[in-house]
């Protein structure tokens, strides 16, 4: 397909917009996340409710080849940046076919399978031996994996003790308000350890102002994603307010 055209079988063209995970103690975009979009700028709402159990797989196919075509065309082999594309669970019943597509799109648009992070929503009730294979399969062929909206969904802790993905990002309603909230504070921290201690890049989503921010960093949580530091920009890279590293420090923290 073409990077901005429709997929195939699905009946809505659409294109990618890419909004940045920044890292703040590096100082520079550790990701950046492609989201759908209609290919005149408009949001994802239309796009996503003409997804059908008959179109889910060529949609899903269409995104993975439109993100990483797109991401490739803007430079994204310049930086050291990775690649994170969404995908639907319940469309991955046969992992190694898949991740055969994958590899071939990732071969097309010359990014690297260490370069692309899968992210897989909380949200959805999936089968948890089903994911576990489709994390394994693509771990196993040097894609990386995430599990989106952590906390907000089913299953929870339970995933990860059923097993550990490569990232978790967290759910927005756990950081919004971080700075004023000393329970949000409590649960994050405990999180972050968690993820520390299990090998788990942890990623914290939905960052609107300088005194959330300041709250995650004093957490240790360095890599973050929210409209304070860049807002998603159809077919291109934002550049994004970079955060100085701040020393970590809890005091106060609670």
């Known amino acids: 397909m073409n990077p901005t055209g429709s997929a195939s079988g699905f009946p809505i063209p659409f294109t990618m917009a890419f909004q940045p995970i920044v890292d703040a103690g590096a100082g520079a975009p550790f990701a950046y996340e492609a989201l759908v979009r209609g290919q005149a700028g408009e949001g994802a709402a239309p ?3 003409a997804v059908t159990p008959d179109n ?7 995104c993975r080849t439109c ?12 930086s ?8 639907l669970p319940q469309t ?6 898949r991740i055969e597509q994958s590899i071939e799109a990732a071969e ?14 909380e949200h959805e009730r999936v089968d948890v031996r089903q994911l576990q294979r489709i994390i394994e399969t693509h771990r196993r062929h040097g894609f990386r994996t995430a599990i989106d909206d952590f906390g907000a969904g089913h299953s929870g802790l339970s995933l990860l003790a059923a097993f550990q993905p490569d990232i978790v990002k967290l759910d927005m309603a756990l950081v919004r308000g971080i700075d004023q909230s000393r329970v949000r504070r409590v649960i994050v921290s405990a999180v972050a350890r968690m993820c520390a201690d299990l090998d ?10 300088a005194q959330e921010c300041a709250a995650l960093q004093d957490l240790g949580v360095t890599l ?14 934002p550049d994004p307010v970079l955060p100085r590293a701040k020393p970590l420090s809890r005091a106060g923290a609670f």
């Open 92 to 97: 991955t019943s046969d992992p190694e076919s």
């Open 67 to 78: 993100a990483m075509q797109l991401a490739a065309r803007l430079g994204l082999m310049k």
């Open 56 to 62: 889910r797989d060529d949609f899903d196919r269409g």
């Open 47 to 49: 796009i996503l409710a």
């Open 80 to 87: 050291d940046a990775a690649l994170s594309i969404n995908m």
């Open 108 to 121: 097309t648009a010359g990014v690297p399978a260490g370069r692309i992070i899968f992210e897989l929503t």
């Open 200 to 209: 788990i890049v942890l990623v914290a989503e939905g960052i609107e102002t």
């Open 224 to 237: 973050m994603q929210g409209y304070f530091f860049a807002r998603p920009a159809v077919e291109a890279f």
